[in-house]
């Protein structure tokens, strides 16, 4: 577990996906849920800080993917806690449609191989709440605000302290050692549509991003994160 800031962790050593951990509010707050086989580290990390399951109260999605959601079930089973999420992403989470793919025809090369051929469904998890654009989460952080963030799915969301200038942005930029880049062309439902958030996540000039995939970008964040929108015609 690492500390980003006072009250907001991530989990380290999962196999794939970005989860968070937010401490302040009326009880503790996941940001996703990476994949299937990541619940026990996730827990394990929880009881290390000296907290126990049933002190998660709520888990909020970014985007109804795999490596987003895969230990989603086993974590409300561990933990009771509530899932959150947008309209649009609930009925992926509970299992009534298919992850959303981009069409085969939107997609060249590389892409167009490593896009799945099959469709996933997940078993059922219930959202027990509908999240906003726009909307502040009071009982989360001190004021948690949702942004809506669509094109990599198409009910992404992004989750905003306006105070503290922090942004947990999912997949809407992903973050390696080579650098920050656009996700996965296979794996985006509508690349246009992400760009254009991308706009709106560089226009809030955040102080610190935390990303799906990648560390944190703590230094310099608001000029970098700008001038890679510049660079992938985002501003």
């Given at each position: 577990?690492?500390?980003?800031?006072?009250?907001?962790?991530?989990?380290?050593?999962?196999?794939?996906?970005?989860?968070?951990?937010?401490?302040?509010?009326?009880?503790?707050?996941?940001?996703?849920?990476?994949?299937?086989?990541?619940?026990?580290?996730?827990?394990?990390?929880?009881?290390?800080?000296?907290?126990?399951?049933?002190?998660?109260?709520?888990?909020?999605?970014?985007?109804?993917?795999?490596?987003?959601?895969?230990?989603?079930?086993?974590?409300?089973?561990?933990?009771?806690?509530?899932?959150?999420?947008?309209?649009?992403?609930?009925?992926?989470?509970?299992?009534?449609?298919?992850?959303?793919?981009?069409?085969?025809?939107?997609?060249?090369?590389?892409?167009?191989?490593?896009?799945?051929?099959?469709?996933?469904?997940?078993?059922?998890?219930?959202?027990?709440?509908?999240?906003?654009?726009?909307?502040?989460?009071?009982?989360?952080?001190?004021?948690?605000?949702?942004?809506?963030?669509?094109?990599?799915?198409?009910?992404?969301?992004?989750?905003?302290?306006?105070?503290?200038?922090?942004?947990?942005?999912?997949?809407?930029?992903?973050?390696?050692?080579?650098?920050?880049?656009?996700?996965?062309?296979?794996?985006?439902?509508?690349?246009?549509?992400?760009?254009?958030?991308?706009?709106?996540?560089?226009?809030?000039?955040?102080?610190?991003a935390c990303f799906g995939h990648g560390n944190p970008l703590m230094v310099d964040t608001a000029k970098r994160v700008g001038a890679f929108a510049q660079r992938v015609g985002a501003r």
């Amino acid at each position: 577990m690492r500390r980003i800031v006072p009250d907001l962790y991530t989990f380290t050593g999962l196999p794939v996906g970005r989860v968070y951990l937010i401490t302040e509010g009326d009880g503790l707050t996941l940001i996703d849920a990476s994949v299937s086989i990541a619940a026990g580290a996730i827990l394990r990390q929880i009881g290390a800080l000296g907290f126990a399951p049933g002190d998660v109260r709520r888990i909020l999605i970014t985007h109804a993917h795999p490596d987003h959601v895969g230990a989603l079930s086993a974590l409300v089973h561990a933990t009771g806690a509530e899932v959150w999420s947008s309209r649009l992403e609930r009925p992926v989470i509970e299992g009534a449609i298919p992850v959303p793919l981009p069409s085969l025809g939107s997609l060249r090369g590389v892409a167009r191989l490593m896009r799945p051929r099959g469709q996933t469904f997940y078993s059922r998890v219930l959202v027990a709440r509908e999240l906003r654009d726009g909307e502040m989460l009071h009982e989360v952080f001190g004021g948690l605000q949702v942004i809506a963030t669509p094109g990599h799915a198409p009910g992404h969301l992004a989750f905003w302290h306006p105070e503290r200038r922090v942004i947990i942005m999912g997949d809407v930029i992903m973050r390696f050692p080579t650098g920050m880049r656009l996700p996965f062309a296979a794996f985006t439902y509508d690349m246009a549509e992400n760009i254009r958030s991308l706009r709106r996540v560089a226009r809030l000039e955040p102080q610190i991003a935390c990303f799906g995939h990648g560390n944190p970008l703590m230094v310099d964040t608001a000029k970098r994160v700008g001038a890679f929108a510049q660079r992938v015609g985002a501003r």
